[in-house]
């Protein structure tokens, strides 16, 4: 099973500023990455997938890179409804998919 | 704009199995996507449960597998969750969720049902 594993755990950033958050496989997921938006009381949303491309309706200001075992979700510049949990998910070796264990994003 | 949402009870007893329904309106089921369960105790990460292809064709995770069954009903438009034997550490927040074409990706998520096991 792939773990993955998100840094920081919880990143403090003012509205306006650049946020960048990592995730980190166990072994390669090749591009096979995604992620998440989770507020309070609400599901996820789905913001990327396969590494840097943005789901229906994403704003660009949210952008993803990286390959291999490194990966990078940047918010270029913060708006106040960006404040969540982010999570990071794999589909490059599966069963199972694997989540990251989350990053929270609050406003500083 | 497909939507889902999980019906069931919750509160579950110890040993029992528990039991779940989502409901897909907006689209059919029978479209050509994979159907999927995902839960997350609280306090820590999502968890994949498991899919169903509208086909029939099944994936769980290796560490459920034993005590998980999925499968759909086209006629109702739905498709189900069964967790048997349960504990206390299947208390969670259970999520069904759409993961459009050849999968992996989930783009329609419910909106989610707290499940406590408790006696």
């Known amino acids: 099973e792939i773990v993955l594993t998100q840094s920081p755990a919880t990143l403090s950033l003012s509205p306006g500023e650049r946020a960048t958050l990592s995730c980190r496989a166990s072994q390669s997921v090749s591009s096979y990455l995604a992620w998440y938006q989770q507020k309070p009381g609400q599901a996820p949303r789905l913001l990327i997938y396969?590494?840097?491309k943005r789901a229906t309706g994403i704003p660009a200001r949210f952008s993803g890179s990286g390959s291999g075992t490194d990966f990078t979700l940047t918010i270029s510049s913060l708006e106040p409804e960006d404040f969540a949990v982010y999570y990071c998910q794999q589909r490059s070796n599966w069963p199972p998919y694997t989540f990251g264990q989350g990053t929270k994003l609050e406003i500083k | 704009q497909v939507q889902l949402q999980e019906s069931g009870p919750g509160l579950v007893k110890p040993s029992r199995t528990l039991s779940l329904t989502c409901a897909v309106s907006?689209?059919?089921?029978?479209?050509?996507?994979?159907w999927t369960w995902v839960r997350q105790p609280p306090g820590k990460r999502l968890e994949w449960i498991g899919e169903?292809?509208?086909?029939?064709?099944?994936n769980y995770n290796p560490s459920l597998k034993s005590r998980v069954t999925i499968s759909v009903d086209s006629s109702e438009n739905h498709f189900s969750l069964k967790v048997k034997s349960v504990t206390a550490a299947d208390t969670a927040v259970y999520y069904c969720a759409r993961a459009a074409g050849i999968g992996g990706w989930f783009d329609s998520w419910g909106q989610g049902i707290l499940v406590t096991v408790s006696s």
């Open positions: 396969d590494t840097s």
């Open positions: 907006g689209g059919s089921i029978s479209s050509s996507n994979w």
């Open positions: 169903i292809y509208d086909g029939g064709s099944t």
